[in-house]
C-alpha cells in the first residue's frame, strides 16, 4: 500500500516515546490486535502515527497541525452560527405549514359534515298533495 501522507511511519521506540508507554507495551498491544502495525522482514514494525493516536490517545505533537488550521475555531463558530440560522428558518416554515395544514383541515372537516336543516326544522312543505296526514 502506498502512503501519501507526509507523517513518517513510526518505529516500536518511537511510538513508545511519543506515547509514553514501554515498548513492551506496545508491542502487546500489536500482538493482541489493539493497534496495527506493519511488520517488516527482519522483524522491526513500522507504526502509522494515526492508528498510534487511534489506540493510545495521543494527541499529535506541534509539527504534525495542520498549517491552515483555525487556532480560535472562528471558521467553526461561523458555520454554527450560520446553521443555527438555517435551522431558525427551516422550524419557521415547519410552524406555517403546520398551521396552514390545520385550517385545511378545519374547512375539510366542516365541509364533509352534513350540515342541512333537520326535518324539524324545515318549513311548510312545497307539496301539500304528497303530506302524510298526522
Not at 46 to 69: C, H, Q, T, W, Y
Not at 86 to 101: N, Q, V
Request: glycine fraction near 6%; aromatic fraction near 4%.
Amino acid at each position: 500500500m502506498t502512503r501519501c501522507g507526509t507523517m513518517p511511519e513510526l518505529s516500536l521506540s518511537q511510538a513508545a516515546k511519543l506515547t509514553g508507554k514501554s515498548k513492551s507495551t506496545i508491542n502487546r498491544a500489536i500482538k493482541t490486535g489493539k493497534l496495527s502495525a506493519n511488520r517488516h522482514e527482519d522483524g522491526s514494525y513500522s507504526i502509522d502515527p494515526a492508528e498510534l493516536a487511534r489506540a493510545f490517545d495521543v494527541e499529535p505533537n506541534e509539527g504534525a497541525k495542520r498549517r491552515d488550521a483555525d487556532p480560535h475555531g472562528t471558521r467553526l463558530l461561523e458555520r454554527i452560527t450560520a446553521l443555527e440560522a438555517m435551522l431558525s428558518r427551516e422550524r419557521e416554515i415547519s410552524a406555517d405549514l403546520k398551521e396552514d395544514r390545520d385550517r385545511w383541515r378545519q374547512q375539510a372537516t366542516a365541509l364533509l359534515t352534513d350540515q342541512r336543516p333537520s326535518a324539524s326544522t324545515k318549513g311548510p312543505r312545497w307539496w301539500p298533495w304528497r303530506r302524510k296526514s298526522l
